[in-house]
């Protein structure tokens, strides 16, 4: 028995997301920016009906959605590009102290660059308090970044408050959504100004995803790479057609799905939850108790074992999970989202993120729970 319980790290491909691109790729050949032909005007007439499906998703306009390889490059372009677009208006921004390494680290290339760069810190639930915000707005502050779901711990943040806190001031807001699609509805997201969104967190594939303008031209970022012009400048190079096609079938599908698979995949967190509760009192889960937390994630921090011996006997026995981000390159440091939230870094080793999805199974989740249990039996001895 193996089970994928690292969903937040990455999605198994949805089969009608495979089957959209395939389409493209057994179709004749056609570079979308070449329209000189029928083949660049037909891949084109593709790629624009894409964008129009990404946008319908977020409650966007086609003209505001900017395709991008990843969400670590639209969150490069959102912080990076969106400051230094507005450096004449001032040069303080804020970035929310759990946000992914790709929105601190650009903030942190700001702050070399001459930029004053505040962290926003976040209570013991891992939630941001918009009155945070508020406190440390300046005159001057023209960029703040908060994400929607945090990809370690699954906290819901405050994206429509910080938004209206925002409203009056004339700062930007950044969001890193990358882990909403399919859990939150978009729609709560619609007071920001540069939404990020990711293709491979959303059973689509890897190699596309989006930035979000509103405003279109008017907000969007200083390029960060220069060539033909594509994305209106935004981001040059040829769309990859298909698999544009495919990140928009994903991100349509995470919408119409989106009820029927919270539902179901909260049951499974529940009776996961309660199997590691009864191998192993004492451990606990991080995050608020009053559904300001996805059901797709589950941290949690064991009582009286590594974090490594736990992950040792869970992928030994083809258990997925993981220590936090995947896109960590220290595991020797500990979570900067839980030392943010008050763990200790002692603590911080002795957690694990289960991650759920539309594709995990009940067996997967009992299989997990009987290796858990096994290895406090084996512990105990």
């Known amino acids: 028995m193996r089970a994928y319980l690292d969903n937040l790290a ?17 179709g004749p050949p056609g570079n979308p920016h070449a329209r000189a032909h029928g083949y660049g005007v037909e891949a084109a007439k593709r790629l624009e009906q894409a964008r129009a499906e990404v946008a319908r998703a977020v409650g966007a306009r ?22 230094e677009r507005r450096r004449r208006k001032g040069g303080h921004v804020l970035v929310g102290a759990i946000e992914h390494a790709s929105v601190l680290e650009p ?43 945090n ?13 209206r806190v925002l409203a009056r001031h ?19 997201l619609a007071g920001a100004d540069l939404v990020t969104l990711s293709g491979h967190k959303a059973y689509g594939p890897a190699g596309c995803a989006a930035l979000v303008a509103r405003g279109g031209a008017a907000r969007r970022p200083r390029p960060l790479t220069f060539g033909g012009g594509q994305e209106g400048g935004t981001w040059p190079g040829t769309v990859p057609v298909a698999l544009a096609v495919g990140f928009a079938r994903a991100m349509d599908l995470a919408e119409a799905e989106r009820e029927a698979d919270c539902a179901r995949v909260a049951g499974l967190r529940s009776a996961l939850w309660e199997g590691l509760c009864a191998a192993w009192p004492g451990s606990r889960h991080n995050g608020p108790a009053d559904g300001r937390t996805v059901p797709h994630c589950l941290s949690v921090t064991f009582e009286g074992v590594e974090g490594e011996t736990v992950m040792a006997r869970l992928a030994a026995a ?31 080793r002795r957690t694990i993120r289960f991650g759920l999805g539309r594709f995990t199974t009940r067996e997967e989740v009992a299989h997990a729970v009987e290796v858990l249990a096994g290895l406090a039996r084996d512990l105990r001895r």
């Open 10 to 26: 990455t999605t198994p491909l949805d089969g009608r997301v495979l089957r959209a691109m395939q389409e493209v790729w057994q």
């Open 151 to 163: 990809n370690e711990v699954g906290t819901l943040q405050p994206v429509g408050e910080v938004a």
């Open 62 to 83: 086609p003209g505001e959605v900017v395709f991008v390889p990843s969400a670590t490059v639209a969150n490069n372009l959102a912080v990076l590009g969106g400051a």
């Open 107 to 149: 903030a942190r290339e700001l702050a070399r660059r001459g930029f004053v760069v505040e962290e926003v810190p976040v209570g013991a639930d891992g939630v941001l308090d918009p009155d945070a915000v508020r406190a440390r707005l300046r005159p001057d502050t023209v960029l703040v970044s908060v994400m929607a779901v």
């Open 170 to 188: 004339g700062a930007w807001l950044h969001c890193d959504a990358a882990q909403a699609p399919g859990k939150v509805a978009l729609g709560r």
């Open 318 to 348: 083809g258990v997925a999970a993981s220590f936090g981000s995947a896109c960590s390159t220290d595991a020797a440091r500990p979570s900067h989202v839980l030392t943010a939230m008050g763990l200790s870094p002692e603590e911080a």
